[in-house]
């Protein structure tokens, strides 16, 4: 017997909180009558956002595509994009160290960063976004970006790499 005036008391407790809810936002509205829900909502602005893929806004990289698909080798192109692997460097000869850097869904680019002419990128892992500019050369499997870097002689064109604030080049 002593539970039905538990079970009474808890019946009016979630009805007093149930009603409290419910009456909010009239309460609301009441204390703000300028603005009715039809206003609020033709003041909200769209933007144009671009797809994201694993937190990153893979940009255009019009240039690359075209170069790709022209098979086009030897051409200047600027960039962003997602890394997807980290390869072995290569220590023959000047040394590189290898990434391979996704720029959209379809397009995979190998990396050949020299590490003698640019410092290497130790803190790079995959799935970090970078901004580029190289040296794209053709090849089926996306393209190879090199002269990620400066030119020492000052005779060619010099590239660069950004991650994480830093530029390396």
Not at 12 to 32: G, H, I, R, Y
Not at 90 to 118: E, P, Y
């Amino acid at each position: 017997m002593k539970r039905h005036p538990l079970i009474a008391v808890s019946i009016l407790l979630l009805s007093m909180s149930l009603v409290a809810c419910l009456q909010t936002p009239q309460q609301d509205a009441e204390n703000n009558p300028s603005q009715s829900a039809i206003e609020v909502k033709s003041q909200v602005k769209t933007l144009d956002l671009k797809p994201l893929s694993a937190g990153l806004a893979l940009q255009d990289n019009a240039a690359v595509r075209q170069a790709f698909a022209q098979k086009q080798s030897n051409v200047w192109v600027q960039g962003t994009g997602e890394v997807t692997k980290l390869l072995p460097d290569d220590n023959r000869g000047a040394r590189h160290q290898k990434f391979l850097v996704r720029i959209n869904a379809t397009q995979t680019l190998l990396f050949a960063h020299n590490i003698d002419l640019s410092p290497r990128i130790d803190a790079l892992k995959v799935g970090d976004s970078i901004e580029f500019k190289g040296e794209y050369v053709f090849n089926p499997k996306g393209g190879v970006m090199h002269w990620t870097h400066r030119d020492p002689k000052g005779q060619h064109q010099g590239g660069w790499i950004k991650h994480q604030g830093n530029t390396f080049e």
